[in-house]
């Protein structure tokens, strides 16, 4: 499978970037969103104090797999917090 990368501008702690990203993880981050009731933008944000020594593109692929991958069985979707990822942000 060839997938192009595409750019999105999103604020990041108040901070205005771009994220180079696959479609298909664009559309992952959308339906994080969704479920979780927050925008790109605070999402990003979230990710980004979640962030160690990796790159922001990959901090932000590796957060949509485990997130999709603990939601995958029933304990995970507890532990995962779906639905609750607005409180996890306001609390930071």
Same mark, same amino acid.
């Given at each position: 499978? %060839?997938?192009? *990368? ?9 901070? &205005? +970037? ?28 979230? %990710?980004?104090? *979640? ?9 932000? &692929? +590796? ?30």
């Amino acid at each position: 499978m %060839i997938s192009a *990368l595409i750019s999105r501008n999103v604020t990041i702690r108040g901070n &205005r +970037t771009s994220l180079r990203l696959e479609q298909q993880v664009w559309d992952s981050l959308d339906e994080i969103c969704k479920r979780e009731n927050v925008n790109l933008h605070q999402l990003c944000s979230y %990710i980004e104090t *979640l962030r160690n020594k990796s790159s922001r593109t990959s901090a932000v &692929r +590796t957060f949509a797999l485990i997130y999709f991958r603990e939601a995958s069985t029933e304990q995970g979707h507890s532990k995962a917090a779906h639905g609750n990822l607005a409180n996890k942000i306001n609390e930071r």
